[in-house]
Structures are given as structure tokens and as C-alpha cells.
């Protein structure tokens, strides 16, 4: 909600958590205008200047607004489904404070002036802060490279074809080594095209519901051929939500060979599988689609050893006209801004990784993969984007009371961990609740 914003603010006894710099500690920290004017362990000093207005965290989690690398905002094109305003109004919601778009807009974001339009909107809405990705392909049909380079110029801090595959060998290898001229991050939806006609996970529990299945092989073939051009080529390459034991194990051995390889993964794949599909649940139709139980805990795993660099939301809201259809017509997607977080600290609740750990994938590491150098992290003179959250309250997701515009969350009716009190964007608060 807008709130006043005084210039100086002094968040104290708070448990401080830095990924970048592994504070984890209690400590205080003070806001001047748009910046984070100073930050320390232990109790703020006596004799606060005049003019300053204190906050008592009371031990709650105060740490830098979350960088979610993976949102289909669906403006402009789809207002039906999503805007910027409705995203932004839900990441707030959930403590993020930096998104990144993929280019899938209608129309597509493959030239200058689309990725300007998206910078120009997101700074005239004043809520969460919004990048976009730009198509490695025009109009994402994966034939013709994009101009890279000149859409890396006008901003665009990656390379994707956004939830379709570059399935032609010849143009990944050619995308690479050209991005690789500038440094520039590919990053890939990796799924063999050719295969990945279904309804949903293929096995027994397709079978049985009489639902086409895709093959948990799709995602390793296109890694492996991606991982050889990489190799070939010498260019960063990202594989986008991860979902598989072999798409894991694939990843790790080519960190282990040296290869500017990174990946992410998001909430339904470490904290669902399969069997929320139910009785036809269209929202948990996603893609790629939930996995086995023991996919789900090799994705936990890569998690746990580093080998998964950050988690997105993968937000893809969908209308309820999109939803509410026989499964195998049924759109795929689900919203995540609003639980990206909570969701995410069952990592730390139920699986016994370090808070610090599970934020460094919410905050620093998805903004040290993009460059987005003073995102996701506590630095003295940085942007004041936080977010100051209660670890252990627990709340029952309701997609109908979520700020999105669409309401199709695989994780509604989920009991969950992780109470957002403030987030902050420059210093502003843009959200708070009790």
C-alpha cells in the first residue's frame, strides 16, 4: 500500500541477510533517499540523528528484495492475462524488487524499440524495477539471429527464445559464438521439440489418467547437444527451469569440465511432482511439466550442492478461459511471484538448507548471472531495494486473493512458510502488511 517515506529510515534488531557478502547476523541498517546509507552487526548506535525514523524488526529477516529472472509479464498484447502494473503490484507482494521479462510479448521484444517500451513502463509504474530479455531469434521462430548486439545496447541483459526451444543446432552454435563476441548470456528452454508434444509427464500416471506424455528425456537431449556447442563455441549458456535428475547431472559434469555453463530451477520442481495433476488439475499443467518424485528430489539436490545457480518464479499467468478446459486443450503455466518465497524456504523448513543459501538463489546469484550489478545484494550506497519477511509464519495460499491478474497457482490450497511485512523499492515502501 503507499505509505509516507520519510528520507531516513533505521531498520534495527533485525537478522541481516547478505548472500553476497554472507552476513548472516542481527544488526541494523539505514535508509537515506533512494540508497542504503549504512549497514553493521550488533545494535544501532546510540543518539540516532534527528529526523530519522526507526523501525524494530523484532528478529525478523531483513535482506535485499529478491531478483526473479524468469516472468512473462504479457504486456503489451495479453492485458487479459497480466500487466505491468498487475506484476508489479504482485512481485511487491512477494518481495520482489527486480524482474526479468522474457521477450514473448505480442509484439515480440526483438527489437530496440520494444525493449525500450518495456524500461520506459516499469519506471512510469514505480513498483518493481523490470529488465527484459530479447529474442536470440526474430520473431522467435528460430531461424534468423536477432540484432544482439544492438538490443544489448538498449538494455536487454540476455539472449532467449523464452518458452520455445532454439531447436536448430545450426543457429544455437551461431547464437552462441556471435553473443559470445560481447559477453552476452544465452539462455535456453531446454526441451527436444520434436518430443515435447503431451499433456504431461510421460510414465505410468499419464497412462493411467489417458493423457499424451512427455518423455523426462527431452530435457537432457537438448542440454546435451547445447552443452557440446557451448563447448564448441566458448559462449555463456543458461538452461532455464531445470526439471530432471539427468538434466542436473548433465549440468554438473560440465561445470566440472570448466564450461560457462549456469541454470536455474523454480518452486514447482523442487516442491511438487506429478501426482498434483490429481484428477485433470489444469494448474498444475506447466512446462516443462512436473516430474517424478525422484526428479524432484535430484532437483532439491543440485540445489543443495550449488549445482542449480538461482530459482526463478517462472511466472506464466494464464485467464481462467485458458484454465478452465479439458487438460490436453488446457494452457500451460502457473503464476509464482507471490510464492516464490515461501515456497522457497521449505528448502530451509523442510530440507535443512541454510536461509543464506536458499536467498543467495533469490537474490545475488540470479543478479550476478545478468550483471545487474547493485541488485540483490546490501552495499552501502547501493539502491535501498529490501525486503523484510518473517521466516516461520506460516499462511495458506489463496490464488483468489493474490494480486495477479490471473489466478492460476499450482500451489493454491498449499500451506506454506514465510510472511512478507515490507518491501522496499529505492528507498519507498511499495508494499506492507501486519
Not at 498487475?86 to 527489437?111: F, K, Q, R, Y
Not at 563447448?231 to 560457462?260: F, N, P
Request: proline content about 7%; overall charge negative.
Amino acid at each position: 500500500m503507499p505509505m509516507r517515506n520519510p528520507s531516513r529510515v533505521a531498520f534495527v534488531n533485525a537478522r541481516l541477510i547478505d548472500p553476497a557478502s554472507n552476513l548472516d547476523a542481527r544488526g541494523w541498517l539505514l535508509t537515506e533517499n533512494e540508497t542504503i546509507a549504512d549497514f553493521a552487526p550488533g545494535d544501532f548506535p546510540h543518539g540516532a540523528p534527528e529526523g530519522v525514523e526507526i523501525v524494530d524488526c523484532d528478529g525478523r529477516t531483513l535482506a535485499p528484495g529478491l531478483v526473479d529472472m524468469r516472468v512473462q509479464l504479457r504486456e503489451p498484447g495479453e492485458e487479459h492475462k497480466e500487466t505491468l502494473k498487475t506484476a508489479g503490484e504482485a512481485a511487491v507482494a512477494g518481495g520482489v524488487t527486480t524482474m526479468v521479462c522474457l521477450p514473448n510479448t505480442d509484439p515480440i521484444i526483438d527489437d530496440v524499440a520494444a525493449v525500450e517500451f518495456v524500461a520506459r513502463r516499469a519506471r512510469k509504474i514505480g513498483l518493481a524495477k523490470v529488465y527484459p530479455y530479447a529474442a536470440a531469434t526474430k520473431r522467435l521462430e528460430g531461424k534468423e539471429l536477432s540484432e544482439m548486439g544492438m538490443l544489448a545496447e538498449a538494455g536487454a541483459l540476455a539472449f532467449t527464445d523464452g518458452t520455445r526451444a532454439i531447436g536448430n543446432a545450426l543457429v544455437m552454435r551461431r547464437a552462441l559464438s556471435y553473443a559470445a563476441t560481447f559477453g552476452a548470456l544465452i539462455v535456453q528452454h531446454p526441451e527436444e521439440p520434436s518430443l515435447s508434444e503431451g499433456d504431461m509427464n510421460e510414465g505410468e500416471m499419464a497412462t493411467r489418467l489417458g493423457l499424451s506424455g512427455i518423455p523426462a528425456a527431452v530435457e537432457v537431449m537438448m542440454l546435451e547437444r547445447d552443452l557440446r556447442l557451448v563447448e564448441l563455441t566458448g559462449g555463456r549458456y543458461h538452461a532455464a527451469h531445470v526439471s530432471t535428475a539427468e538434466g542436473v547431472e548433465a549440468i554438473r559434469r560440465a561445470k566440472q569440465k570448466g564450461l560457462s555453463v549456469t541454470c536455474d530451477t523454480a518452486p514447482p520442481y523442487f516442491a511438487l511432482n506429478e501426482l498434483a495433476v490429481g484428477e485433470y488439475r489444469t494448474f498444475a499443467k506447466l512446462s516443462p511439466p512436473l516430474r517424478t518424485e525422484h526428479n524432484r528430489r535430484a532437483v532439491v539436490e543440485g540445489l543443495a550442492d550449488g549445482t542449480i545457480d538461482a530459482i526463478a518464479s517462472d511466472h506464466a499467468p494464464q485467464d481462467a478461459d485458458s484454465k478452465r478446459l479439458p487438460f490436453a486443450q488446457a494452457a500451460a503455466g502457473g503464476i509464482g511471484l507471490e510464492t516464490l518465497l515461501p515456497v522457497a524456504l521449505e528448502l530451509v523448513h523442510s530440507r535443512g538448507l541454510p536461509l543464506l543459501a536458499v536467498m543467495r538463489k533469490l537474490t545475488s546469484g540470479p543478479a550476478d548471472l545478468l550483471g545487474l550489478a547493485d541488485a540483490g545484494r546490501l552495499k552501502k550506497g547501493g539502491p535501498a531495494d529490501l525486503v523484510l519477511f518473517d521466516p516461520d509464519r506460516p499462511w495458506k495460499v489463496v490464488a483468489d486473493s493474490f494480486r495477479s491478474k490471473s489466478k492460476n497457482s499450482p500451489f493454491d490450497g498449499r500451506p506454506v512458510q514465510g510472511w512478507i511485512l515490507r518491501t522496499l523499492i529505492d528507498g519507498r515502501t511499495v508494499f506492507s502488511r501486519p
